[in-house]
């Protein structure tokens, strides 16, 4: 079968929940996923000392009660391959491969006689009235063109693509470019089998340290029972998960208190101490008040005062770039066999078949690990760079800047869903519930549709406008848009336009907007009925 009521593509945790309800309302339904299994991210990002940073509890679907039961996490905050075989036990518990094509890359998308044509590398087409990109904001890799790259004699490794079978780095000389959370992770796991480390450093991070630790049996079993009340808080909450804020602002708060306030929220660990104060990210003051606890904790780690100035960084309001989490990363720069090179003093001139040389020096490697990101939020979905009726392409509507409505849909490409697009709250959120909220949201549409005899449904430009605006002015309330450089404003890949993508006006509130559109028969959309001849589609 290669005709359906909806296609969708991706395999993560959107794209299985979209299949999923699809199913469970009678559609049929294909799903298309580049990678050999059901995973998305958490299939791709094997490398080692891969963790949500989001507590495993509330990293993982909230839409079934019996799945939210029967499932143990081992950990507070999950390790990849736990993540993973969540996703495949969810893919099994609701029979979702057989809806699945496996090993399809999806190069292109047109949109012909009220139906979506998807082609694949290999030829294939695909075609449905309704189509749901779940293609993830963190999928298409980032290779950045160094000078000399395709000629290095050793392995070369990307991160955010690492081999199924984990390569022994045991007595190897490592190369490892890009400190971002992916880097920051597999820093202290890779120095702790490679001979030798080194870790080429164009932009420090803040990280947090995740105190990582199994939960007990008394622990899951009290996760059981609250889960429910877990998840009414988080529903409407700003970032999906239950936690909150000090119940004051840091300007308002006396030193010694709020130095007790950050301590707790650091020892918690994870994402959270970027929201330590209500106002930490939207006043530079409050800012600089979390921003200086964090550099002490790292002056403190890091013996040599040279290297802690180095991993400090210069170029950002704590928070305003994804906040990182490790696990003994500042440590490993105590180690005799980690270097730090600060690529702003020292820049890379070329790799070589031997290694990387800088402005300094050459650096012997027989590994490189390229952790340099992802061409995030757009970069999936350019790639595909759907074409509506007329020949409108995305990628010509978001020349500018991503333009949306809800993050979802996008002006001249009707019936298409960008599930955790720009313009929603996304990575800024919990991305499970996120996906769940937003995929309800589409089913609700396309039933309607289907209802009413509906053949399209597209945002009009201005209300498209309007919600982008809403994004922009939300974002110029935060420090997100101080940041030097950040993949949140798509500044790391050259030649993209610089704009905070996505929503941060917070999870709850997005809801809202998006619980009224539909409640005011979704309004700031155009229906349309058109008489096209529809094949009909075989269920499976
Ligand atoms: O990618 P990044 P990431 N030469 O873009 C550097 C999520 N995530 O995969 O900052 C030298 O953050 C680049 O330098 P600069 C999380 O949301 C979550 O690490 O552009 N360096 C930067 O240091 C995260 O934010 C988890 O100057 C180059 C690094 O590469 C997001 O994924 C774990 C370069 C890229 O950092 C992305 O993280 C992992 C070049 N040419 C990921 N090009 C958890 O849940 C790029 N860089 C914990």
């Known amino acids: ?62 839409f079934d009660e019996a799945l ?40 292109a998308a047109d949109f012909d006689a009220g139906r979506w044509h998807v082609r694949a590398a290999d030829g294939q087409t695909y075609a ?73 450093q164009r932009s420090a991070n803040y990280s947090i340290p995740m105190p990582n630790r199994p939960w007990s049996a008394e622990e899951q079993q009290q996760i059981r029972e609250e889960y429910p009340e877990r998840r009414r808080i988080s529903a409407y909450a700003s970032a999906g998960t239950p936690h909150g804020t000090y119940h004051k602002k840091a300007v308002d ?41 964090a550099e002490e904790r790292i002056r403190e780690i890091v013996h040599d005062p040279v290297i802690a100035t180095d991993l400090t960084p210069v170029d950002h309001p704590i928070g305003a770039k994804r906040i990182c989490t490790d696990t003994g990363y500042y440590a490993t720069f105590n180690r005799d066999n980690a270097r730090l090179v600060n690529l702003r003093r020292e820049p890379i001139d070329a790799i070589t078949p031997e290694g990387v040389r800088t402005s300094d020096a050459t650096y012997l490697c027989d590994v490189l690990v390229f952790a340099t990101g992802f061409d995030a939020l757009t970069g999936a979905l350019t790639r595909i760079d759907p074409s509506g009726p007329g020949g409108v392409r995305l990628r010509d509507v978001w020349a500018e800047g991503p333009v949306t409505f809800l993050g979802l849909m ?92 996505p929503y941060a006006g917070g999870f709850g509130t997005y809801r809202r907007h998006c619980d009224a559109v539909a409640s005011q028969n979704y309004a700031g959309l155009v229906l349309t009925t058109r008489n096209t001849p529809q094949p009909s589609p075989t269920r499976e």
């Not at 905050?77 to 491969?97: C, K, S």
């Open 128 to 200: 449905a009235p309704f189509l749901l990109c779940a293609t993830g904001c963190l999928s298409a890799v980032n290779r950045p063109d160094i000078s000399g790259v395709d000629d290095f004699a050793g392995d070369v490794y990307f991160t955010a693509a690492w081999p199924r079978e984990d390569p022994d780095l045991h007595g190897k000389r490592v190369g490892l470019i890009g400190t971002g959370s992916s880097g920051i992770q597999a820093v202290p796991l890779i120095a702790g089998q490679a001979e030798r480390l080194v870790v080429f």
């Open 68 to 107: 939210q039961q029967s499932w143990t996490w081992s950990e507070r905050f999950a390790a990849q391959p736990e993540i993973l075989a969540y996703l495949r036990h969810v893919a099994d518990r609701f029979d979702l491969r057989r809806h699945y094509r496996f090993g399809v890359d999806v190069i």
């Open 1 to 62: 079968m290669t005709d359906a009521d909806v296609l969708v593509i991706g395999a993560g945790f959107a794209g299985l929940y979209a299949v999923h309800r699809a199913v469970s309302a009678g559609l049929s339904v294909i799903g298309l996923e580049a990678a050999p299994d059901v995973g998305g991210t958490w299939y791709w990002n094997r490398y080692p000392g891969a963790r949500c940073d989001v507590e495993s509890v509330d990293y993982s679907y909230s």
């Open 410 to 501: 996008v002006p001249g490409l009707p019936n298409l869903f960008t599930i955790s697009g720009p313009g929603s709250p996304s990575v800024l959120a919990n991305m499970v519930l996120h996906a769940e909220v937003q995929v309800d949201w589409v089913m609700e549409l396309v039933l309607t549709a289907r209802r009413l005899g509906l053949t399209e449904v597209e945002p009009r430009r201005d209300a498209a406008d309007a919600w982008t605006d809403h994004v922009t002015k939300a974002a110029e309330r935060t420090l997100f848009p101080k940041a030097a450089s950040s993949w949140y404003l798509g500044a790391n890949i050259e030649g993209k336009k610089r704009i905070f993508m």
């Open 253 to 293: 708060t006396e030193p010694q208190e709020r130095v007790e306030a950050l301590w707790r929220r650091w020892r918690e660990g994870g994402v959270l101490f970027a929201k330590t104060f209500p106002d930490q990210n939207s006043d530079l003051a409050a800012n600089d008040i979390a921003r200086e606890f």
